[in-house]
């Protein structure tokens, strides 16, 4: 942390991606950072980058986005968690905005998300958040399915190639379909994500709904470590970032670890997305 910036907080909102080219700021292009930004650009006058929890892609959904920003005194502080959420647009709500320890990072400091992914049965043009599937879907196939992705593996084969790193591993402690008369929500919740992750996990398990792919190719998919093996991207308009976890002390203002000065500090790009 640069010695002029003293305070962090943390912002938790919610957004609703359609109209959004994902989190990250574009030139020419409207993003949930680039307004969230200017929101705080605001009230402190100055250039002031939030650093999100995780990079959504456009069209991509939030309950429960995390965000960090650095300020340099309490009077920016009280500004901040006092009125940002006076300046919010319809489709971003932010929910809560208070001080963390200096040490806390949005992105870094997470020790799990979860996400979830919507089917519909029927067509509803009302409902644009949700991907249309059929009703005859095999859902005992399916449920078997995330049975497999449970634990830790290597997820390269359900990664963008383009964004694939040294260590694809991930370690998932929830994966499973809850059914309704109306359609099915996919929940899933790990240490981190690859790029895509989710959505080619759906795109999968549909596959499987859909008798296009067996169930007994699901191991070899997976240790395949091949984009090519997965089969088809689901789109991102289900797609919900809906929790992401912290460690408790970090949520103390006055916290900060006995090694802080210590340590590497991670630039605010650095990361994985899902």
Known sequence: MSPRFQHRIRIDLAYVGEDFYGWQMQPDRRSVQGD?????ERLVNRRCIPVGAGRTDAGVHARGQVAHVELANSAEVARVCGA???????????????????????RHSATARRY????KFERNIFDSSAFQVPRWLDQDAMNAACRFFVGAHDFSSFCKTGSLKENNHCDVDLCALEWSAEGGIFHIRANRFLHHMVRNLVGLLVEIGRDQRQLREVEAILAACDRQAAGKMSPAHGLFLEEVYYPDELMDPDYLPPDYHDRPHPTADEGDDA
């Open 116 to 119: 979830a992914y919507r089917l």
């Open 36 to 40: 969230l930004a200017a929101m705080l």
């Open 84 to 106: 940002l959420s006076k300046l919010q647009p319809a489709d971003i709500h932010i929910s809560a905005v208070h001080p963390v320890s200096v040490a806390f990072n949005a």
